[in-house]
């Protein structure tokens, strides 16, 4: 694996570059879910906005869901926030080199403290990140879903035995490179894998068959209704969201009863009474287990008047980037204005001739 690493593994990605605990934290906590090519030009923005445990602490929590906005999963960009702040608060900033306390920080896992503490700080020990454990369930033929307990202690023990000592960092770096380079998912080239004479599932031509899939029950379609209100100066009302749930903490059109009358809702809750209400054709966005289908209603009221419901605000389109706003909502929003837009420059040239 070592050999193969040294002449084959990635040694150019960004966070190994500079490989400081806070760099490979956020690193880390960004490839969860994610693919690395997605990742860096967001860690790259993200270390050139916070550069130090200090400023992501000090940052305002919308500063820092802004920048995730698209990455999913926003409960990471909250959890990076909050324990920024205990790491200010308990460890003058920096990362304490004991597993048990790195591993006691919001949203930081035994892999990914793990991680942290091999390629930050030259200690050993185990990582169990996607690409490792597909690597490990292949190569010993591991049967079951690694969600259940007694398969990711079988996963635990497997990386733990096999994790040496001495060169810990690249042998974690390249069983991860080896499972994102080689041993993908889909197309896995085992006529290049180093592990190919050991490699059990190889062996027994059953590649596909590991890891076991998650047992899925068919995914169920919720439905929302969402506002688009807008001024005629082009202003539009946002609501914070409740901090749990889906979309929690970020900025969205305002969601509201299926059955609610939009006109009214507005009346009632915004004290704005709109001019014109239309209903857009529904969108719909995919979740790890759920559907969504967004239904909307778009008002248009005549000024942006003050509002002085919970958590609801007006909001420019150009400030847009520098909250948290989840990718769909954000696209119904661009879409909505680019409309706004043809439409203006065709009356433009409608009165021109
Ligand atoms: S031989 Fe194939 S299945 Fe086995 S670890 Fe290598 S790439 Fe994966």
New binding site residues.
Partial sequence: MLSWFDQHGRHTLPWQHDPTPYRVWVSEIMLQQTQVAVVIPYFERFMARFPTVATLAAAPLDAVLAQWTGLGYYARARHLHRTAQLLCAQYQGEFPREIAQVQALPGIGRSTAGAILTFAAGQSHPILDGNVK??LS??FALEGWSGRPEVTAQLWALATNLTPLTRTAAYNQALMD??AT???RRH???D?????T?????AQQR?HE?PTSRPRPPLTERTALLLLIRSRCGKIVLHQRPPTGIWGGLWSLPEVALDADPTAWCRTHLDLSPQHVERPPARRHSFTHFKLKIELARLVVATAGIITADRCCWFDVAQLSSIGLPAPVKKIIMADNDALRAAECDSVLFHNQ
């Fill in positions: 597909r690597v292949r190569c080896l499972g080689l041993c993908t896995p080239a085992c290049r894998c180093p592990l190919l050991l490699c059990r599932a190889h590649q590991f």
